[in-house]
């Protein structure tokens, strides 16, 4: 599951697994924020991975408010930019 | 360790042990139940408190060291790494902090309460060798933060305040032995502005620019009013302390007056974050987050009257009683109340796949209505009972003190019981 960017520089694409989003280099609360807007927006649905610099402790009850799953996954990218990088898989609940 | 375990470790691999944090949490919690013991039991002496050793001079240091220091110490060595990405060196170093500030403050109070300079001296020493220490892990941790330069700014000016408030706390702990201090009234009001203003004030302002965009789920205020905010209030604390130490009025009223501006931007800046934030409904602990907002400015119109002669001769007691009680306390426990179950939360394993414990699960609401409808009793009761020097209101807002902090200590109590219960890496009280 890829970890970079597309050369666009965009923060949100898709791969066959998920749909992206970089929340990468932007300051507390900034990332979280930001995903929920996307959520309670219908922006995004289904499988959406996120890519944060730290942990977002304070998402995961948001996340159980608007029923969506969500787990930390490992980073198979092997890229060294990725080392210090946070994943989340999160999913829409039925 | 493989790039996948890196991964999986995320915030966890920077965080202690659960109970080196909540040792603090709970230390806390029972200095403030003692706090409020002191000042129903030194009632008499604490309505009309001005300085001096005794049991007000106790009190006030159960609130400033033992309930808001011990705080925030507890939550910055949690919460600073996971936002700053930069892990503490160990766990060691912060347990000794932990054994040295509070077995250290603990005597400072006998010290204090039964005037005995024997005992307050070493105890003094003790406590300044625990928080230093802090100081200096703290010092390394933002040295090396890359993010969020607002709550840093914040953090390296409160650590200044603390380092000179330390100093100047042993100095007078030494005077009261022999008088290596000019004017001890003097550097007892520079001692308080170090410590409310200076060290708490800053702490408080600086993390609030992180905390409440978070809990309001909004943006964070922008950094460019952010920093004068910022230069604004370092600037008033400073020269607070220069119109402190050399008794000059003018000072005093340029730092109060930048102080008021300092906190009129602040105010706004949080304004700003609720009104845009996606959360309208923030709960109890907003409440009191917000009656502390309003106990900011009315504490500083309240010094300017003081400075001046026009706040009369309870002027000074209440102005103190406002500064730690009404604004820093209120707002302490505003946060702390929310806070809480998400540190407890942090330590709790989550298996793949597993949802983590609802934050209801690690905290019950009932003894915070209990607490908060008493904090702001007690808070009216002292401060009617300061204006018309009555003792025995006095007592009764201190009664009813520490029925709210008996219910808040019961709040703590849950939190860490309930972690225990949960499926944790590491039983907290096992280390």
Same mark, same amino acid.
């Given at each position: 599951m890829g970890c970079a960017r597309p050369g666009d520089g965009s923060r949100l694409w898709q791969t066959p697994e998920a749909a992206?989003?970089?929340?990468?280099?932007?300051?507390?609360?900034?990332?979280?924020?930001?995903i929920l807007q996307m959520i309670d927006a219908g922006e995004v649905e289904g499988v959406v991975v996120a890519h944060f610099d730290r942990e977002p402790i304070f998402l995961y009850p948001e996340l159980d408010d608007r029923g969506w799953s969500h787990e930390l996954i490992a980073d198979s990218c092997g890229q060294v930019g990725c080392e210090a990088d946070v994943q989340l898989r999160l999913v829409r609940l039925p | 360790m493989t790039l996948a375990a890196t991964f999986l470790v995320g915030a966890k691999g920077r965080l202690l042990p659960a109970s080196v944090p909540f040792r603090f949490f709970a230390a806390a919690a029972t200095f403030h139940l003692l706090l409020w013991l002191l000042l129903l039991i030194g +009632? %008499?002496?604490a309505v009309s408190f001005q300085g001096g050793t005794g049991p007000a001079l106790a009190a006030v240091h159960l609130l400033?060291?033992? $309930?808001?220091?011990?705080?925030?110490?507890? =939550?910055? &060595?949690?919460?600073?790494? &996971?936002?700053? /990405?930069?892990? *503490?060196a160990a766990a060691w170093p912060i347990k000794l902090v932990f054994w040295l500030a509070v077995p250290g403050l603990a005597a400072l109070i006998v010290g204090m309460y039964s005037a005995n300079v024997g005992v307050l001296i070493p105890a003094a020493a003790v406590t300044t060798t625990g @928080? @230093?220490?802090? =100081? =200096?892990? *703290? +010092?390394?941790?933002? /040295? /090396?933060a890359e993010a969020l330069p607002v709550v840093a700014a914040y953090g390296w000016a409160a650590l200044g305040a603390l380092v000179?408030? *330390?100093g100047l706390g042993m100095a007078l702990a030494i005077d009261y032995r022999i008088g290596v201090l000019p004017d001890h009234r003097a550097a007892t009001? =520079?001692? $308080?502005?170090?410590g409310g203003f200076g060290l708490m004030g800053l702490l408080a302002i600086g993390f609030s620019h992180v905390l409440v965009p978070m809990f309001a789920l909004s943006a964070a205020p922008a950094k460019r009013p952010a920093f004068v905010g910022f230069g604004l209030a370092a600037a008033a604390v400073a020269i607070g302390v220069a119109g402190a130490l050399t008794d000059s009025t003018e000072l005093l009223t340029a730092a109060t007056l930048i102080g008021l501006v300092a906190a009129g931007l602040h105010l706004w800046l949080m304004h700003r974050v609720l009104a845009t934030g996606m959360r309208k409904r923030l709960g109890l602990s907003f409440g009191l987050i917000r009656a502390a907002w309003v106990m900011l400015p009315v504490t500083l119109v309240l010094g300017l009257a003081t400075v001046h002669g026009l706040a009369g001769p309870r002027g000074p007691t209440l102005f103190g009683f406002m500064l730690i009680g009404g604004w820093l306390l209120t707002f302490l426990l505003g946060i702390l109340?929310?806070?809480l179950?998400?540190? +407890?939360? $942090?330590? &709790?394993?989550?298996?793949? %796949?597993?949802?983590?414990? $609802? @934050?209801?699960e690690l905290a019950a609401s009932g003894p915070l209505k209990v607490h908060a409808a008493c904090h702001a009793a007690a808070l009216a009761a002292l401060a009617l009972a300061i204006v018309t020097d009555s003792a025995a209101l006095f007592g009764l807002g201190s009664a009813v003190g520490l029925a709210g902090a008996i219910a808040f200590a019961w709040f703590t109590a849950d939190v860490i019981r309930r972690l225990a219960h949960v499926p944790t890496k590491w039983a907290p009280f096992l280390r």
């Open positions: 992206h989003i970089d929340l990468r280099g932007l300051d507390p609360p900034e990332p979280m924020v930001t | +009632a %008499g002496d400033t060291l033992g $309930m808001l220091t011990t705080t925030a110490i507890g =939550a910055s &060595v949690q919460l600073l790494p &996971v936002a700053t /990405r930069r892990p *503490l @928080l @230093l220490l802090f =100081a =200096a892990l *703290l +010092a390394d941790n933002l /040295r /090396r000179l408030l *330390l009001l =520079a001692h $308080m502005i170090l109340q929310r806070i179950p998400f540190l +407890a939360s $942090m330590h &709790v394993t989550r298996t793949a %796949g597993a949802a983590p414990p $609802m @934050l209801s």
